[in-house]
């Protein structure tokens, strides 16, 4: 606990636009973009292709001159890949573009600009009022490595750990269910060498905790993402957050409950990416059901002590891309839809927003800019106009972060969620029919007798019946989000409306409708223009 002379001061920062540190209360209300440096905007905007496993050229200069794209997406943070120097060598499993090949903690990454240019992207983003999470190994460090056991590791190189001592003699990972193994041996072994560090040591972890201090209070950084945090120690890891200062989440890459949640149980981190609904999640638009989402959330509900602090996703670097194993349009907005509007704090990687569909690691890290940055992309409005949402009811009433969010409905195709103090309330209904779906209509639960409310994905208006219930017409396998028209004053969301119905003859599906009304828009600009 910080005294609270520092809170003020904090306070008192965040609103003169300077930043400070985020604590997790704040976090939890945020919405956060997922950004790898290498792969977002380049310094000059340009937008030649690039090698999968190469360096690409994208800067923080670059990301800084393209933040209204992500705030007019409606996010209210950026998490970037990590930003200290990385090794050099090509290696048999690509560059360091990606930012996670540490070799010296305390020099900025020059392949993504200087410390005057990232110093005007945290800036920046403080005076759009969003905060920025960083991305930070702390796992190991890494040199080239040319497949010959044991790695030949100069440990001279390293900064600050130059010295074996710092160190796990190496092993190769292979018992992934022994957290002996999993947490002292080195990861992966190939084309780089991820050597250990001795976090449980003092001189290891004092060094760390120290280091983290510096960083986040000489960079002004508001939270950290703390990679491969399964393969550290337990110990180190609320020491470390603890000197950080700031709310983390780390990486626990599993999808059992109880491997997951103990590390808040035990207070051993805050937050972590919600890999036990990921998975489900994906299973449901791949074959499988909603019925098994619905179980795990149960178990997550009963087993984490906190899952708002859980960041909802469905893509990251790590997977590949949802679109990479089903191309259906529709599918990929219900999923959207689902990690925006669920409990936790929504996080969208970059090119999510576009549909990309790479599919493994580097194909699932395509440059942005071969999207063009296009505003008007389906997936891209979907997400502006539900980020929007959320962020409308959180102002409305902080009570919607951590109001529990109540399953109205599972079953194999449907899933659908009441979220938020009544009165605000947000339900959705998301399904996995695809954009072949069948139109039927179905009743949902979540108002309150004669409720007046607006679908604010097709801007349709429906008037809830005596039991609180209201008609969903479901077509084309779009995902439903309903909130009470009294919610949307003063949003500018859907301010044209018309009664809901069933499918009119004609309709082409998701992204059809927004992406009339955007052609609508542009026509007109191109009149005012002319
Ligand atoms: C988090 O910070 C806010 C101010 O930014 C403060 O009101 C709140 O009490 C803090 N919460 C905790 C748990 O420290
Ligand atoms: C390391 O172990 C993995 C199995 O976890 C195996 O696939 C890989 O070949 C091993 N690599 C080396 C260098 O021993
Ligand atoms: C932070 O700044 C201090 C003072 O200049 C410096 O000694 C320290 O090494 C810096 N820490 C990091 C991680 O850059
Ligand atoms: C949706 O769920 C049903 C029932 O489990 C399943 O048969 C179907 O394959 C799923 N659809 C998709 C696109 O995965």
């Known amino acids: 606990m910080r005294p609270s002379v520092l809170n003020v001061a904090g306070a008192a920062m965040a609103l003169a636009g300077l930043g400070s540190a985020a604590n997790m209360t704040e976090w939890k209300s945020r919405s956060i973009y997922q950004v790898m440096i290498d792969r977002y905007a380049r310094t000059d905007g340009s937008s030649a292709e690039c090698e999968a496993h190469l360096f690409c050229g994208g800067t923080w200069a670059g990301l800084m001159n393209k933040l209204d794209y992500i705030q007019d997406m409606g996010f209210t943070a950026v998490q970037i890949s990590p930003i200290v120097k990385n090794i050099e060598e090509h290696t048999a499993v690509g560059d360091a573009y990606h930012g996670y090949w540490s070799v010296d903690n305390y020099a900025l990454n020059d392949r993504f600009g200087t410390r005057d240019d990232f110093k005007k992207l945290v800036d920046g983003l403080h005076k759009r009022d969003m905060l920025l999470m960083v991305d930070v190994v702390v796992n190991n460090m890494v040199q080239a490595f040319d497949n010959v056991v044991p790695p030949k590791i100069d440990y001279a190189k390293f900064n600050p750990f130059n010295d074996k001592k710092y160190f796990h003699p190496y092993c190769n990972v292979t018992e992934w269910e022994d957290p002996k193994n999993y947490q002292d041996c080195w990861l992966y072994p190939y084309g780089v060498a991820l050597a250990d560090l001795a976090t449980e040591t003092p ?265 609180g219930s209201i008609t969903a017409f479901m077509y084309d396998g779009e995902p439903r989000v309903y909130t009470k028209a009294s919610t949307l004053e003063g949003t500018g969301i859907c301010q044209e409306r018309k009664a809901a119905g069933p499918k009119q003859s004609g309709g082409a599906g998701f992204g059809a409708a927004t992406g009339t009304l955007m052609a609508v828009g542009v026509a007109w600009a191109a009149l005012f223009l002319v």
């Open 203 to 467: 001189a290891v972890s004092d060094e760390l905790n120290s280091w983290v201090k510096g960083l986040v209070s000489n960079y002004s950084i508001d939270g950290l993402r703390i990679d491969a945090a399964k393969h550290i120690n337990d110990e180190f890891l609320p020491k470390f957050a603890k000197a950080a200062g700031v709310f983390s989440i780390g990486e626990v890459l599993s999808g059992v409950t109880e491997d997951m949640c103990r590390y808040q149980t035990l207070n051993l981190l805050e937050g972590m990416p919600n890999y036990l609904e990921y998975y489900p999640l994906t299973a449901a638009f791949n074959g499988g059901t909603f019925e098994d989402l619905a179980a795990i959330r149960n178990e997550a509900a009963s087993g984490c002590t906190d899952v708002f602090a859980l960041g909802s996703f469905v893509e990251n670097h790590d997977m590949p891309r949802f679109a990479s194993t089903n191309e259906d349009p529709a599918l990929a907005a219900n999923a959207m839809t689902y990690i925006l509007l669920n409990d936790g704090i929504p996080t969208v990687y970059q090119g999510q927003e576009q549909h990309f569909k790479g599919n493994g690691t580097p194909f699932n890290r395509e440059p942005l800019w071969e999207s063009g940055y296009d505003k008007a992309a389906p997936m891209y409005v979907l997400t502006a106009t539900l980020n929007k949402l959320r962020n409308h009811a959180i102002k409305l009433s902080a009570d919607y972060v951590e109001s529990p969010s109540e399953v109205v409905l599972a079953d194999t195709n449907h899933f659908c969620q009441r979220k938020g103090p009544s009165g605000s309330q947000v339900v959705f209904c998301i399904n996995n029919k695809s954009s072949k779906g069948d139109s039927y209509q179905m009743p949902v639960n979540g108002f309150e007798a004669n409720d007046e409310v607006v679908e604010v994905l097709g801007c349709t208006t429906v008037t809830a019946s005596v039991d």
